[in-house]
Antibody, heavy 121, light 107 residues
Framework: EVQLLESGGGLVQPGGSLRLSCAAS????????MSWVRQAPGKGLEWVSVTSDSGGSAYYADSVKGRFTISRDNSRNNLYLQMNSLRAEDTAVYYC??????????????WGHGTLVTVSS | AIQMTQSPSSLSASVGDRVAITCRASRGIGNDLGWYQQKPGKAPKLLIY???SLQSGVPSRFSGSGSGTDFTLTISSLQPEDFATYYCLQDHSYPLTFGQGTKLEIK
């Protein structure tokens, strides 16, 4: 069974930085695009970013563009999210998710349990 | 960005009821839509992809329909474990966008 384990969440002051990690196991990590999705307390799901299987391309939500950077290390089976210039509205549980892409469809087929990021002074 | 408008935002129903949740896209997305279920404190779970394809292991009481701009998730006979929040997600283009969610509660 696919395993995705997020880490790196915590309390950070507004304007600060944080780096999230997602350790992947039990599948060939380098074969899959990967994504981050977040959920503010009591709110709905918000897609954050995606990276291709090679890490050569990435896309971002407008709300984080220019502040967050997604990356991956296929040799270590890890996905990352570097978050800079954090704001109170970035407070959320951040999920790592596997983004399955085929010729005819795309979907999130596996998710981690999430890591909580709290931005507050 | 494509906007996804999901309705209703909440729904009360009883075990055995048939319920439908809809999602409308701000422009045509073909069949590039998925449905996810989320229970409190848990990660979302894929139910339907490509608008109408049932994910492996998901009970057949779940079904999806629609194409273009209008989509529906139907649960044919509600079971106790189905009370959760449901989200649609368009995967037609980046940025990906979720609907606002539908909280399905026990009547």
């Amino acid at each position: 069974e696919v395993q995705l384990l997020e880490s790196g969440g915590g309390l950070v002051q507004p304007g600060g930085s944080l780096r999230l990690s997602c350790a992947a196991s039990r599948f060939t990590f380098s074969n899959y695009a990967m994504s981050w999705v977040r959920q503010a307390p009591g709110k709905g799901l918000e897609w954050v970013s995606v990276t291709s299987d090679s890490g050569g391309s990435a896309y971002y939500a407008d709300s984080v563009k220019g502040r967050f950077t997604i990356s991956r290390d296929n040799s270590r089976n890890n996905l990352y999210l570097q978050m800079n210039s954090l704001r109170a509205e970035d407070t959320a549980v951040y999920y790592c998710a596997r983004w399955y892409i085929s010729a005819i469809t795309k979907y999130f087929d596996s998710w981690g349990h999430g890591t909580l990021v709290t931005v507050s002074s | 960005a494509i906007q996804m408008t999901q309705s209703p935002s909440s729904l009360s129903a009883s075990v055995g009821d048939r319920v439908a949740i809809t999602c409308r896209a701000s422009r045509g997305i073909g069949n590039d839509l998925g449905w996810y279920q989320q229970k409190p404190g848990k990660a979302p779970k894929l139910l339907i992809y490509a608008a109408s394809s049932l994910q492996s292991g998901v009970p057949s009481r779940f079904s999806g329909s629609g194409s273009g701009t209008d989509f529906t998730l139907t649960i044919s006979s509600l079971q106790p474990e189905d009370f959760a929040t449901y989200y649609c997600l368009q995967d037609h283009s980046y940025p990906l966008t979720f609907g606002q969610g539908t909280k399905l509660e026990i009547k």
